[in-house]
């Protein structure tokens, strides 16, 4: 089966609830990568990189809270996820399917994808780093990087990935386009997503053409202790503090 097809069966299945698929092979990932982050897959091995859209909250996360009777999970948004890649499995009866979801831990609490390097592999969006700067003004300070899609900015949220251990088929890399151009725009962008994410500002860094609903940003505000109340469920049935403040 060519490629286009496995993606257009994959699209078919996850592009309604508000995903994007973007196609990659492990080995292009493995090179960026130190050792202890490698994927033990042969490097061409067929995988997708997995974003949520601004709308994915509407059209799979509202229905799939409406769908539960009660709130009892760490966090329904990556049920819902995860709800999706089963729904994905079983319509494809034929693959083997493996996913990992991007706030997977090993033991040791390694995160078991780095998803920010597998969207700038599959093109999908390029992941600006400290490194990308002709002149670094940080000195000491620890500076985390970002990734910028060239559609959403910074409106979207890495899911994880698929990997189908048994597809080995040709695929052509493509860069993902670099849509912040000069070292002051980089600047502000880094700054932005390190010291002030709260205030969304990076996620506006270029013209996007969708942005998360006022609903949605609201939800992602809550504290995860209120979240199950904002979505209509009784106050006993609420979600773990544990994951305070993740806002993806
Ligand atoms: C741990 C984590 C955190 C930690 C630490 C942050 C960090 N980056 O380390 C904390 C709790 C601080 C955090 C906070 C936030 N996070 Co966070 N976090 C993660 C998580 C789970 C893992 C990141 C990680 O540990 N990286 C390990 C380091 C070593 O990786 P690295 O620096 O990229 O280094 C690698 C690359 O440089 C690569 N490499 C080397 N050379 C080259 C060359 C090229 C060209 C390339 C492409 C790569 C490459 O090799 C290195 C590894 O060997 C990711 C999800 C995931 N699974 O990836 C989300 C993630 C990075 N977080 C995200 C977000 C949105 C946030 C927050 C805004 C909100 C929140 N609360 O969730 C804040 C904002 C950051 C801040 N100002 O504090 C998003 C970022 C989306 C984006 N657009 O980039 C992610 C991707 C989650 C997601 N599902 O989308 N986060």
């Not at 698929?21 to 080995?27: E, Y």
């Not at 949220?157 to 860069?175: K, N, Y």
């Not at 151009?181 to 053409?209: G, H, M, P, S």
Request: charged share 25%; proline share 7%.
């Amino acid at each position: 089966m060519a490629l286009e097809v496995l993606q257009k069966s994959v699209e078919a299945l996850l592009g309604p609830q508000g995903f994007e698929l973007h196609p990659f092979k492990i080995g292009w990932y493995n090179e960026k990568v130190q050792s202890i982050f490698y994927l033990p897959y042969h490097k061409d091995t067929i995988a997708f990189c997995v974003l949520s859209t601004p709308s994915m909250y509407e059209k799979a996360f509202l229905p799939y809270v409406r769908s539960l009777t009660a709130l009892t999970s760490r966090d329904p948004l990556d049920d819902c996820v995860a709800h999706q890649y089963q729904c994905l499995k079983e319509s494809l009866p034929d693959y083997k399917i493996e996913t990992i979801q991007d706030y997977e831990l090993h033991p040791n609490r390694r995160p078991k994808v780095l998803v920010q390097t597998v969207g700038h592999v599959a093109g999908a969006a390029y992941y600006y780093q400290r490194s990308d700067m002709k002149h670094d003004p940080w000195g000491e300070k620890k500076i985390f990087g970002v990734s910028i899609h060239p559609k959403y900015g910074g409106w979207f949220a890495f899911r994880g990935i698929l990997i189908f251990p048994e597809v080995q088929l040709p695929l052509v890399q493509r860069d993902p386009p670099n849509v912040i151009k000069t070292d002051d725009a980089l600047k502000y962008l880094l700054d932005q997503f390190n010291d002030n994410w709260k205030e969304n500002k990076y996620r506006d860094c270029i013209d996007v053409v969708e942005r998360y609903s006022q609903e949605q940003i609201e939800y992602f505000m809550t504290p995860p202790s209120q979240r199950g109340k904002l979505l209509g469920f009784s106050a006993d049935e609420t979600i773990a503090e544990s994951v305070a403040d993740r806002f993806h």
